[in-house]
């Protein structure tokens, strides 16, 4: 039979500072009441389950034997017990000293021989360090409530701040949409009336008109003769009254064109001025006269260099020829500054007329000419030619395929071509066309072009007539 040593349980909850009652001690009681009953059953299960003994001579023996055994164990479960008693409270004594450095005696009395004393001194001491145990572990846990407490008031200042704020911001969001709704509805309010209003003013309109076109639609009825000839006399006048606004739309181009000068003659024949002459225009700041050609090539076009019956000298000076000089209505050349003036910008169609004494007609067109372009000190640049896009259709060339030649007088001989030839011009390399040199009648053309005016391609004879002129080119479409 195994023998079971039942140690004293301590008390679970004991806080710091107690000491053991008298409860415990009736629950200390209460346990050994309880182990007494385990071992009785453990009897019964080692002498199996009670049954009824005759008191045989033969049975006597055996019971006797049994009661034996059970006393021995019972002494020696005993005796196991006292012994396990006294080794916890000599170890409870010394953890006493230790922990809390005090006298064992103050645990156990040197007078109690008693060994119920000296147990229940014992059970005291194994409680009280079971005690100071249970206090240290109170402690920590004590300590961990404390970081718990301090981590959530923490937590809860954070989130108080966190609440507030959007407490502050779900106030202002409320009052923001307050005071939409407010608009809102003070706007709705407004189109409401304004709807009213209107309702108001159509429903008059309708009563208006419906009693108009009643009315409208009596006289009519009664007056259908009468309305058939206002009609005729309503026609009429409306056709003199179209006249009327024609002819005071082309008196309004005519004022615009005297009050704003036109910018050439392009914008002359515009204002409805269709026939050749002498008129004023202004491209730039300075206005000045011209000779506009309305009749022939589609009109538009502004003479800047004639030569027709010699009565003007060409042989001039680098700043006539800058300025300008001849009769307008005859031989003249209008002046490198006006033709910058007026061809400086681009988009200039160029066109020349020759005639020669024996008959023959030619003539030479470019899309593109201008002189000076967006130069920004033209005459100390040489009032240089620009040129392009050179007609096909017609009798030659009188430009070389480059630009930026510029020009030459006999005493400002820029491109040292002038010094063989008569006539100042925008000489390149070789010289095809001199429009500016003498008037046969002057010099004999069979002298050859060094002197005369001359054009490789019309040698047909003595040139008797040039015109050179300039109008605006069409506009491309994109």
Same mark, same amino acid.
């Given at each position: 039979?195994?023998?079971v040593?039942?140690?004293?349980?301590?008390?679970?909850n004991?806080?710091?500072?107690?000491?053991?009652s008298e409860?415990?001690?009736q629950?200390d009681?209460?346990?050994l009441?309880?182990?007494w009953?385990?071992?009785?059953?453990?009897t019964?299960?080692?002498l199996g389950p009670?049954k009824?003994w005759?008191?045989?001579?033969h049975?006597l023996?055996m019971?006797?034997?049994?009661?034996?055994?059970v006393?021995?164990?019972?002494?020696l479960?005993?005796?196991t017990r006292?012994?396990?008693?006294?080794k916890?409270?000599?170890?409870?004594?010394?953890?006493s000293q230790?922990?809390?450095?005090e006298?064992?005696?103050?645990f156990?009395?040197?007078n109690?021989?008693?060994?119920?004393?000296?147990?229940?001194k014992a059970l005291?001491a194994?409680?009280?360090v079971?005690e100071?145990s249970?206090? !240290?572990?109170? +402690? *920590? /846990?004590h300590?961990? $409530?404390e970081?718990l407490?301090q #981590? =959530?008031?923490?937590? @809860?200042? %954070? &989130?108080g701040?966190?609440?507030?704020?959007m407490h502050?911001?779900n106030?202002?969001?409320a009052q923001?949409l307050?005071a939409?709704?407010v608009s809102n509805? !003070?706007k709705w +309010? *407004? /189109?409401?009336?304004d $709807?009213?209003v209107?309702a108001q #003013? =159509?429903q008059?309109l @309708?009563? %208006? &008109?419906?009693?108009?076109?009643?009315?409208?639609q009596?006289?009519?009825?009664?007056?259908?003769?009468?309305?058939r000839n206002?009609?005729?006399?309503?026609?009429d006048a409306?056709a003199?009254l179209?006249?009327?606004?024609?002819?005071?739309?082309?008196?309004?181009?005519?004022?615009k064109a005297?009050v704003?000068?036109?910018?050439d003659?392009?914008?002359?024949?515009?204002?409805g001025?269709?026939?050749d002459?002498v008129y004023?225009?202004?491209?730039?700041s300075n206005?000045?006269?011209?000779y506009?050609?309305?009749?022939?090539?589609?009109g538009?076009?502004t003479?800047?260099?004639?030569?027709m019956?010699g009565?003007?000298?060409?042989h001039?000076?680098?700043?006539l020829?800058?300025?300008g000089?001849g009769?307008?209505i005859?031989?003249h050349w209008l002046?490198?500054r006006?033709?910058?003036?007026l061809?400086?910008?681009?988009?200039?169609?160029f066109?020349v007329d020759?005639?020669?004494s024996?008959?023959?007609?030619?003539?030479?067109?470019?899309?593109?000419?201008s002189v000076?372009?967006n130069?920004?000190?033209p005459e100390?640049?040489?009032?240089?030619l620009r040129?392009?896009g050179?007609?096909?259709?017609?009798?030659?060339?009188?430009f070389?395929?480059d630009?930026?030649?510029?020009?030459?007088?006999?005493?400002?001989n820029?491109?040292?071509y002038?010094?063989?030839y008569h006539?100042?011009?925008w000489?390149?390399n070789g010289?095809?066309f001199s429009?500016?040199g003498?008037?046969?009648?002057?010099v004999?053309?069979?002298?050859?072009?060094r002197s005369t005016i001359?054009w490789a391609y019309c040698n047909?004879?003595c040139?008797?007539f040039?015109?050179?002129?300039v109008r605006p080119a069409?506009?491309?479409?994109?």
């Amino acid at each position: 039979m195994e023998l079971v040593v039942v140690q004293p349980e301590t008390p679970a909850n004991v806080s710091e500072g107690s000491t053991v009652s008298e409860d415990d001690g009736q629950a200390d009681n209460s346990m050994l009441n309880d182990n007494w009953a385990r071992m009785n059953k453990s009897t019964e299960k080692l002498l199996g389950p009670k049954k009824r003994w005759s008191l045989h001579r033969h049975a006597l023996p055996m019971v006797l034997g049994v009661a034996v055994l059970v006393l021995t164990v019972i002494i020696l479960y005993w005796i196991t017990r006292v012994r396990v008693v006294f080794k916890e409270s000599d170890s409870v004594v010394t953890a006493s000293q230790v922990v809390l450095g005090e006298d064992p005696g103050n645990f156990l009395d040197p007078n109690c021989t008693d060994l119920a004393c000296r147990c229940w001194k014992a059970l005291d001491a194994s409680s009280l360090v079971q005690e100071v145990s249970a206090s !240290k572990e109170w +402690k *920590e /846990m004590h300590g961990v $409530n404390e970081f718990l407490a301090q #981590t =959530l008031q923490a937590l @809860n200042v %954070s &989130n108080g701040k966190k609440w507030k704020e959007m407490h502050d911001d779900n106030e202002l969001l409320a009052q923001t949409l307050q005071a939409l709704n407010v608009s809102n509805a !003070k706007k709705w +309010k *407004e /189109m409401h009336d304004d $709807n009213e209003v209107l309702a108001q #003013t =159509l429903q008059a309109l @309708n009563v %208006s &008109n419906g009693k108009e076109f009643k009315e409208i639609q009596r006289e009519l009825s009664e007056e259908h003769a009468g309305f058939r000839n206002f009609t005729l006399v309503f026609t009429d006048a409306l056709a003199l009254l179209r006249k009327e606004l024609d002819g005071l739309s082309r008196q309004s181009e005519q004022l615009k064109a005297l009050v704003l000068k036109p910018r050439d003659c392009s914008e002359v024949k515009a204002a409805g001025n269709i026939q050749d002459g002498v008129y004023t225009i202004q491209p730039g700041s300075n206005s000045f006269k011209v000779y506009c050609v309305m009749t022939l090539h589609g009109g538009g076009w502004t003479v800047f260099q004639r030569r027709m019956d010699g009565t003007v000298d060409f042989h001039r000076t680098w700043n006539l020829y800058r300025d300008g000089f001849g009769d307008i209505i005859g031989d003249h050349w209008l002046g490198l500054r006006n033709l910058h003036a007026l061809t400086g910008s681009a988009g200039y169609q160029f066109r020349v007329d020759v005639k020669t004494s024996n008959g023959h007609e030619c003539w030479a067109g470019y899309d593109d000419f201008s002189v000076g372009l967006n130069s920004l000190n033209p005459e100390n640049d040489g009032y240089p030619l620009r040129v392009t896009g050179w007609d096909s259709r017609s009798t030659g060339k009188v430009f070389s395929d480059d630009s930026g030649v510029r020009f030459s007088t006999y005493d400002r001989n820029i491109d040292d071509y002038f010094t063989n030839y008569h006539g100042a011009w925008w000489h390149y390399n070789g010289l095809s066309f001199s429009p500016n040199g003498f008037y046969y009648d002057l010099v004999d053309c069979a002298d050859g072009y060094r002197s005369t005016i001359y054009w490789a391609y019309c040698n047909y004879g003595c040139i008797t007539f040039v015109e050179m002129k300039v109008r605006p080119a069409p506009k491309k479409n994109k």
